[in-house]
């Protein structure tokens, strides 16, 4: 009987302690849905990647490829460029500086 009794007051502080734990953790972890802020990868990855892209598609040489600077667009980057047979593109990034398409322009 004395074990009865003593259960049901830790069971009565057990749920607030747990509780309050579960809140502090929730409140403490950032929201990324509503603010994200990645810094994008260096431009010269960038450049590689549209290099490697751009290589594969014209089928040409690396050495006959020339970029422009690169641009910066509502939450997107974009490369121009062209390849040693006036080909023109454009290697188009996201947000966190990951390659998304290679358009001929």
Known sequence: MMTALFRRPVAGLLLPVC???????????PDHTSSR?????????????????????YNTRPDTVIFD????FQRS??????????ERFTCTFDDT????SLSMR
């Open 19 to 29: 509780l309050l734990l579960a809140g502090c953790q929730s409140a403490s972890r």
């Open 37 to 57: 802020h990645f810094t994008p990868v260096p431009v010269e990855m960038m450049a590689a990647q549209c290099l490697g892209q751009v290589t594969r598609r």
């Open 69 to 72: 600077a690169p641009e910066a």
């Open 77 to 86: 980057y974009e490369i121009r460029g062209a390849t040693q047979r006036h």
């Open 97 to 100: 500086g990951k390659f998304v």
